[in-house]
């Protein structure tokens, strides 16, 4: 099969007078090895959907084991073989479902699935790019992702196990391969899929980053991109400087591990056998690895905001209140996202100045979120507000990143975190701020671009179902487990009720399964509207929300190179809803100031040249025409 | 695939069918087998599996029927000309009725969930840790309660109407410098009292009457160590690790002889307690979160905490009304296997009982060590020399 494509060549192609050339496109060429964003996009996606439900599996079957700590599922033995002897998940493989459900999810599902699909999907559209800076790397990128989640998943199937000592591999658990059967070959195959990786990610990062820098389309300055893009490129920003500490990271920790030097060990004596290290720290290693590992919530959390902003602000069919503070808070997070890592070490012994210093840092980063919030809710003010599935994504978006959020203020005080660390208090709050947050913004972003990319419209009334269903259960799932952090039950306990003083939580924990249990069959649901419309879906319209950005001025029918023509020129930023004096209740940005005259306003040609040209422009043809009559 | 075709599939249904068909016989197989051999591994319930995938297809099928259902609804109203349902409107109103279903459920868990954590600081310093939780609580539920009732009643609100237009609002700088002011207010004074709270608890002047206990955490245990008549507890070092001197203290010292050696961590009522947290083989944490304490037992770089317990178990027994309660000490940093119950049990007593409990323990140095020690004097220049220093940071 062959189809005919735009190509373009590198250095020449994404001026918006480049010349392009037509050439037949293999099934390869155009499916596998595509180096167009918009097909690396649905790859990143479908591949982070697939790791999704993965993941999803994996909690189901720790949640079963919480729920019922003494009951046998001969069902287990059989799925599980000899991880779930006698019908029962065993303690170390308990472990290791954890840390791959949360290397998974973090990593593999909310960094490359969201900011993958999303970064190369709507940067080269909405800032006006035939393509990314560098479509041969970026085609790395997704295949240096796929690698990498292929190697981590096949850790399974290694004898002991995938690695199980967290996600946050804190040696001498990673570094001593026998210290327990999940720090042996399963960690040596999640530190390689690890460093695969973070190439991966740097990759992208790199073409993000250059691609908006640029590659922007005549018109389109800073001031007028989407918050997508604003989010999506400090994010890139964000990884390119933090992921290569954890790579640091990993190597020291890989010759730990197999030359015997002691960065991260001291003084060990395994199995009553003295080891032969001195001189390292543990400690250092977890420096290292929250370095990156602080910023990468906010690899995970920003993307969401800016996708949620944007919905946000079509559906209300208003301005996003404060778009400057918008962006000022971005860079404000992403600034202080990089002196806030010592708050996951407040008790590891740590110097307690530093852990006020942190404490400071962590918190002073609650300001601008808090800015965020507010302008969320100043964009709903008011509006006339549409619920589109995409809508109510990222609504509940808001909602959880509230909750969650105000709950990471306990954590962040140094004080209350000596008796909340590790508690299920930190579960309940991250994955409410930065699981079920960043996992609803992707969602929402999925269902609101989805036209965009298949040509097709999701069902609605099953993206209702799919939302409230999600929307309930994550809350039913995670707002109890406050109360359990608070009682000091601490994560990742295998049989919590072998504590007397537990056992009361076990009805809890029962009813936060069946809600984990709804609440994953619904995802069900939603990978059935979604791979049933791409192909029987409702035949989408060029501009089906009636939105600003430049993507929906983009064919239904993709192609490479995006715009058939020359590239549109921006003439205004992306959020011109419910103008008065307009006719329309949106102006897209590549409406010209000419066009609009009855709803201009002299706010617009502030530090707006191209606007300004083109309005001199179009008044002084006025009065020469006037002239002439 | 549309919902027709799916509910009329022939191949779905008879696969279904067979489904259903193949967990009975599975369960008819089961049964004769279970007579024969109970001691062979556990066969799959199919039947139950089956029973609860049933369950699911059928909730799928109820939900495909209301959807139809729905649908026909809808046709109906357009064909009489009407507008059809109003899904923008129905989100609308369940945005509110879930509102109302979430600040009740939030205040059910609240004084339900709430009820059942931790009772009251069994420390002194826990107080100061409590008192901040309070004002960090009231402060942050405000903004809660009142954030997430804006956010759904503007929802339902300012739901989609064709009669109006949205408000033309880009941006408004004095609100902005308002919500950004005031939350940088309320998260100052939060990090004053956090950062004075936390400079209070982590005082780490030594005071002589502080007790010295060693916690050691081994996978998966906590080993303790007191000190005897001399208040003084024994240097260690791992290089002297044997198989009696598990932890190895150093017998070169004097005030290592008189080491106690205990099972139950025993503290006396308001008396300053010093823990010297260790670890033998990676991190282990201790965490009492009665006592609202925690800190890492990191391997090579020992650490430790300072609290004044306030309350005795007798006391909190009564407090609680449980006469079983005991205060336990957990690890609360993934370690292995058997992480979930690194469990010790600690009890808080008076002076006098603690005396009295102390005289009773038996010294670290027993007969075995000693036999073993004589042994390993002969050989400790061998012992002594095994600095094996690989690292090339050190």
Known sequence: ??????????????????????????????????????????????????????????SILFRIQLAYPDKTFPLLTTLLGRFAPNGRISPDFYLALVTIHGTIMVFFVLTAGLSGTFANLLIPLQVGARDMASPFMNMLSYWFFFLASVIM??????????????????????????????SGEG????????????????????????????????????????????????????????????????VLLIFDRSVGTSFYLSDIVLNGVQQPFEGGSPILFQHLFWFLGHPEVYIVIMPAMGISSEIMSVNSRKPIF??????????????????????????????????????????????????????????????????????????????????????????????????????????????????????????????????????????????????????????????????????????????????????????????VTWAAIIAALTQFGFLYNFFVSIFKGRKATQNPWESNTLEWTTPVEHLHGNWPGEIPTVYRWPYDYSKPGAEEDYIPQTVPYSQTMSSNVPHDFEDNPVGLEELNKFTSTLKANEQVK | MGFRKLINSKKLLSFFAAFMLLGTNLLMAQTAAAGAAQEEAPKVDWTGVAYYVAIFFLICLGIAIVGKILKIYDLTLKMQGKKGIKWNNIMAVICIIFLLAGLYGSYWSFTEQGSMTLPEA??????????????????????????????????????????????????????????????????????????????????????????????????????????????????????????????????????????????????????????????????????????????????????????????????????????????????????????????????????????????????YLNDALRKELHFAAANSEQSGASTNRIALNN
């Open chain 1, 322 to 511: 404060g778009y400057h503070a918008m962006v000022y808070s971005l860079i404000g997070i992403t600034v202080l996202s990089f002196i806030v890592w010592g708050h996951h070490m407040f008790v590891t012994g740590m110097n307690p100045f530093l852990g006020g210093v942190f404490m400071i840092t962590t918190l002073i980063i609650a300001v601008p979120s808090a800015v965020k919030t507010f302008n969320w809710l100043a964009t709903l003010w008011r509006g006339n507000i549409r619920f589109t599935p995409a809508m109510l994504f990222a609504i509940g978006m808001v909602s959880f990143f509230i909750s969650g959020g105000l709950t990471g203020i306990f954590l962040g005080n140094a004080a209350l975190d000596i008796n909340l660390h590790d508690t299920y208090f930190v579960v309940a709050h991250f994955h409410l701020v930065m699981g079920s947050a960043a996992i609803f913004g992707m969602l929402a972003g999925v269902y609101h671009w989805f036209p965009k990319m298949f040509g097709r419209m999701m069902d609605e009334k099953l993206g209702y179902l799919h939302f409230w269903l999600t929307f309930i259960c994550a809350y039913l799932v995670f707002f109890p487990m406050h109360f359990m952090g608070l009682d000091g039950v601490p994560r990742r306990y295998y049989a919590f009720t072998e504590f007397a003083s537990m056992q009361k939580w076990l009805t809890i924990n029962t009813f």
């Open chain 2, 122 to 363: 069994a420390s002194a310093h826990g107080v100061k840790i409590d008192e901040m939780f309070t004002v960090t609580t009231v402060l942050t539920m405000i903004v809660f309660f009142v954030t997430q009732i804006l956010l759904f009643t503007f929802l339902f609100r300012y739901r989609h109407s064709d009669k109006r237009r949205a408000h033309f609002l880009p941006h408004n700088n004095t609100i902005e410098k308002v919500w950004t002011i005031a939350p940088a207010i309320v998260l100052t004074i939060l990090v004053v009292f956090g950062f004075f709270t936390w400079q209070k608890i982590m005082n780490s002047e030594n005071l002589k009457d502080d007790i010295n206990i060693d916690v050691t955490g081994h996978q998966f245990a906590w080993e303790l160590r007191y000190p005897g008549k001399d208040g003084v507890l024994g240097p260690k070092d791992f290089r002297l690790v044997t198989g009696a001197n598990n932890l190895g203290v150093n017998f070169k010292k004097k005030s290592s002889f008189d080491d106690l050696k205990v099972d139950t961590m025993y503290l006396p009522v308001n008396k300053s307690i010093r823990l010297n947290i260790l670890a033998q083989d990676v991190i282990h944490s201790v965490y009492m979160p009665h006592f609202r304490v925690q800190l890492n037992a990191v391997p090579g770089l020992p650490t430790f905490f300072k609290f004044t317990p306030t309350i005795t178990t007798a006391q909190m027994r009564t407090k609680l009304d449980d006469p079983k309660f005991e205060y336990t000490l957990y690890c609360n940093k993934i370690c292995g296997g058997s992480h979930y119950n690194m469990q010790k049990v600690v009890r808080v007593v008076t002076e006098a009982e603690y005396q009295s409990w102390l005289s009773r323990q038996k010294p």
């Open chain 1, 1 to 58: 099969m062959s189809t005919l494509a735009v190509h373009d060549h590198a250095g020449t192609h994404h001026d918006e007078h480049g010349h392009e050339h037509h050439h037949d496109q293999s099934f390869l060429s155009k499916y596998v090895f595509s180096m167009d964003h918009k097909m690396i996009a649905k790859q990143f996606l479908i591949t982070g959907i697939t790791m999704a439900v993965i993941a999803m599996i994996l």
């Open chain 1, 187 to 250: 960690m040596t195959l999640w530190l390689i899929s690890m460093v695969l990786f973070v190439a991966s990610s740097l990759m992208g990062g790199i073409n993000y980053v250059s691609t908006v820098l640029n590659m922007r389309t005549k018109g389109m300055d800073l001031w007028k991109m989407p918050l997508t893009i604003w989010a999506l490129f400090l994010t890139a920003i964000l990884g390119i400087l933090a992921f290569p500490v954890l790579v640091a990271g990993v």
């Open chain 1, 153 to 182: 998943l096949s850790s399974f199937f290694v004898q002991k196990g995938p690695a199980s000592g967290g996600w946050t591999i804190y040696p001498p658990l990673s570094a001593l391969p026998k210290a327990m059967p999940g």
